[in-house]
């Protein structure tokens, strides 16, 4: 049996986004890192609803 290993499985960076934005559940709040997490946003399933949140800080801070 063999294993496959991180330097087996070359996936791209929208792949990545893609396959973490199908693990948001509709109606979540989402505090996404600056850069590549960003891309995340962009895969969203149609019809889902999110709240996507830069990280620069805490939600609803100072509201």
């Known amino acids: 049996m063999s294993i496959n290993t991180r330097e087996d499985i ?3 960076n929208a792949q990545i ?4 934005a199908q693990d948001i559940a509709d109606g979540a709040y989402v505090n996404l890192g600056i850069g590549f997490p960003e ?3 962009q895969y969203q399933p149609p ?5 996507f949140h830069p990280d620069n800080g805490m939600l609803y801070l100072g509201a």
């Open 10 to 12: 070359k996936l791209s």
């Open 17 to 20: 986004a893609w396959r973490a």
């Open 39 to 41: 891309m995340v946003a």
């Open 47 to 51: 019809g889902r609803r999110g709240s």
